[in-house]
Structures are given as C-alpha cells and as structure tokens.
C-alpha cells in the first residue's frame, strides 16, 4: 500500500495542534480548538487502517484480523494493569 502524502502532512497538523493546545498558548483560533485535532487525527488513522485492511472480506478474516489485534495490542496491556491492580491494593 503506497502512503498518501497529504494525509500524512495533514496528521501532522493535527498533532501540532493537539501539542500546541496543551502547551497552554492558544496562537490561533485553530489551535485554541486543539479537541478538533484530535478528532482529525482519529479520522485519518481509521480511514488508513480500513485502506490497509480493505483485502480482509467476510468473517472469517475479521476473526483473524481481531485475533492479530488483540495479540499485539491488548496483551502487552495485560502486566501492566496486574501491576496496577497489585498497587492499590
């Protein structure tokens, strides 16, 4: 999958705003909106995540495609909310 140039230059104007608005300075209008960053950054990552994955077709590639998700991202979670759970207790 070839990368989309202008969508990757407009993230990052999203996170410049989002950085920008937490820094305190509201410069602009535009950054003084920093939550509309955050909802742009959210809408171009989930448009090339459903690009990357648009092969994935019927429901037997969505259960693997969860299964991979869930093996990369939730089980690294999983020590440090034990860790967490052990501490306030």
């Known amino acids: 999958m070839e990368k989309i140039k ?6 990052g104007i999203a996170i410049i705003m989002v950085v920008l608005y937490h820094s305190g300075k509201h410069y602009t209008d535009l950054v003084s909106h920093g939550n509309n960053g955050v909802m ?6 989930g448009f090339i995540i459903s690009r ?17 998700r869930i ?5 690294p979670y999983f020590p440090i909310v034990i860790l967490f759970i052990i501490m306030f207790i």
Do not use: C, E, T, V
Request: no cysteine.
């Open 52 to 68: 990357a994955h648009n092969y994935d077709k019927g429901f037997y590639d969505f259960i693997i495609f969860m299964k991979k």
């Open 40 to 45: 742009l950054f959210f809408m171009i990552s």
């Open 6 to 11: 202008p969508l990757q230059d407009l993230r």
């Open 71 to 75: 093996s990369r991202i939730h089980f």
